[in-house]
Nanobody, 121 residues
């Protein structure tokens, strides 16, 4: 599975962005997909994930109520809708895919390149 993340940019606090993670390869519907972020000078951190099958979602506490993850298997794409963005959301965002494992841990087998999100105050 190859992943391509896009949709990053610069916004003011309170604004919104939608990130996309487009996958190539067959059987994408059988993969769970997660979003992680790495802020300057910080460790990579879990943001949100969605499982294959029933599409159960998980979110980091810091983004609950503001971010929504969804998937369109017909388009082989997972989205991360980010609303009410805060300066502390500034980071490089990465999507990842795996067929099994804990979806909140960074032990995914496939990773896309990062897309940068900058939120100004």
């Amino acid at each position: 599975v190859q992943l391509q993340a896009s949709g990053g940019g610069m916004v003011q606090a309170g604004g919104s962005l939608r990130l996309s993670c487009a996958a190539s390869g067959r059987a994408f519907r059988n993969y769970s997909v997660g979003w992680f972020r790495r802020a300057p000078g910080k460790e990579r951190a879990f943001v949100a994930a969605i499982t294959w099958g029933v599409g159960r979602t998980e979110y980091a506490d810091s983004v609950k109520g503001r971010f929504t993850i969804s998937r369109d298997n017909a388009k082989n794409t997972v989205y991360l809708q980010m609303n009410n963005l805060k300066p502390e959301d500034t980071a490089d965002y990465y999507c990842a895919a795996q067929s099994a494992g804990k979806i909140t841990a960074p032990n995914y087998g496939y990773w896309g390149q990062g897309t940068q999100v900058t939120v100004s105050s």
